[in-house]
């Protein structure tokens, strides 16, 4: 028995720009290339590409922001100031690295908070609850996406509206809460197709489909999957084909239908490597591995699975790397290798049991059942 990672899609905070036939992208390079002048209008267009690079290409997102940083020192510009640290602190997060995303980010909230800049103020407190999501750290993740839900309502900023209710979503999902999930689903997908947010339509059906998924209704569940993956492919949305690739292929999974699941999945890590979403890569490899668990590929299951744990230790993801552990213990498990099989048990649930995740402390503790089961120790197999 192993565990499988449904990825739910965070929005992250965004907010849209909508241009002719040519990606925003094109757009605003185009713009910035016309533009020579280094005055604040540069500077809100390195921060725009900085945004609308969040799909395609982390990195050169990060360059435009470090440029738009520079040169509001330079003007004393501090509403592109607090922009231009808050797409460095998305950069920092998109890496893994939410010591830093959080330092930024946090320097980008007191900035807006000085100049009184309510609309900037809600997007970094949305910002901070994402990496706490990251971090497993629910009560936090909750307190600020709600004080940004507030916010949003007071200056009547529906597409704020729709980002906030739908990580509240996330965070409930995560927390088992389905019907409160649910509800904030509800709520904000209605918002986002009033404003014909068609981004944000994608996320919300996605994350749809995975309560559907969790409650066992896989047929439902791949029918808003599917949705959501056509929506992102005709608008070239890299990240959204990842999460919605990796979902769709969990459904395969479930079914038992490995060939297509690792389709799906292929298919999502290659997305997630060319975006460069740290993330995500990891969350692919552990469910890759899992498939070859499934297919007694051992061997193939621990070169991806120990690939997967080098890098969740290096960006300290705590629960992939729980999932991981977990993971490879189930390998050694099913190779009789009880020793190693609960070594690596105790370390997914010392982690596990540290950043509160309930569902794989659970897990933990059916896996080790079973090897005291398969070692006739009835006693401790009952126990746990």
């Keep these: ?43 809100n267009l390195l921060n725009k590409l900085a945004y609308e690079l969040r799909r395609t290409d982390y990195v050169k997102g990060y360059h435009y ?23 460095i602190g998305r950069y920092f997060r998109s890496e ?19 100049i ?20 497993n750290n629910y009560t936090l993740a909750i307190e ?6 507030k916010i949003a309502e007071e200056i009547h900023d529906l597409y704020q509206m729709s980002l906030y ?5 996330v965070i409930c999902e995560r927390m088992g809460d389905y019907p409160q999930a649910i509800e904030f689903y509800q709520k904000g997908l209605k918002i986002a197709e009033e404003i014909n947010d068609r981004y944000s339509v994608n996320a919300y059906l996605g994350n749809i489909g995975i309560i559907h998924a969790a409650q066992g209704n896989y047929p439902q569940a791949l029918e808003y999957y599917q949705k959501s993956l056509q929506l992102c492919e005709e608008s070239n949305d890299q990240r959204g084909i990842c999460y919605a690739s990796a979902n769709i292929g969990e459904v395969y999974s479930k079914q038992g239908n490995d060939a297509r699941a690792l389709e799906f999945f292929q298919k999502a890590l290659e997305e997630a490597e060319k975006i460069g979403d740290k993330y995500m890569v990891l969350s692919c490899i552990n469910l890759i591995g899992n498939i070859f668990i499934k297919q007694n590929n051992f061997a193939l299951a621990l070169t991806y699975l120990h690939k997967g744990l080098s890098g969740s230790e290096e960006t300290g993801t705590q629960a992939i790397t729980s999932q991981i552990l977990l ?28 950043i509160g995740e309930r569902k794989n402390i659970a897990e933990i503790y059916m896996n080790s059942g079973s090897v005291f089961l398969k070692q006739k120790n009835y006693k401790s197999a009952l126990e746990y």
Aim: glycine share 6%; hydrophobic share 40%.
């Design 144 to 149: 600020y996406a709600q004080k940004a839900l």
């Design 65 to 87: 922001a470090l440029e738009a940083d520079s040169l509001s020192d330079k003007l004393n510009y501090r509403k592109g100031k607090a922009e231009s640290l808050r797409m």
């Design 96 to 114: 893994g690295n939410y010591k830093k995303a959080l330092e930024y980010t946090q320097n980008a909230l007191k900035i807006n908070e000085e």
């Design 327 to 354: 993971s490879i213990g189930t390998v050694y498990k099913m190779q009789s290798d009880f020793s190693n099989a609960m070594d690596y048990y105790l370390k997914a649930l010392k982690i596990s049991e540290k």
């Design 116 to 135: 009184g800049y309510m609309t900037g103020i809600a997007y970094c407190l949305g910002d901070i609850s994402a990496v706490y999501v990251f971090q």
């Design 1 to 43: 028995m192993f565990k499988q990672a449904t990825v739910t899609f965070l929005l992250f905070c965004f907010h849209s720009l909508l241009f002719g036939q040519i990606s925003p992208t094109d757009s605003l390079e185009n713009l910035l290339k016309q533009r020579n002048q280094k005055d604040t209008a540069r500077i």
């Design 165 to 169: 209710l739908n990580n509240l979503g």
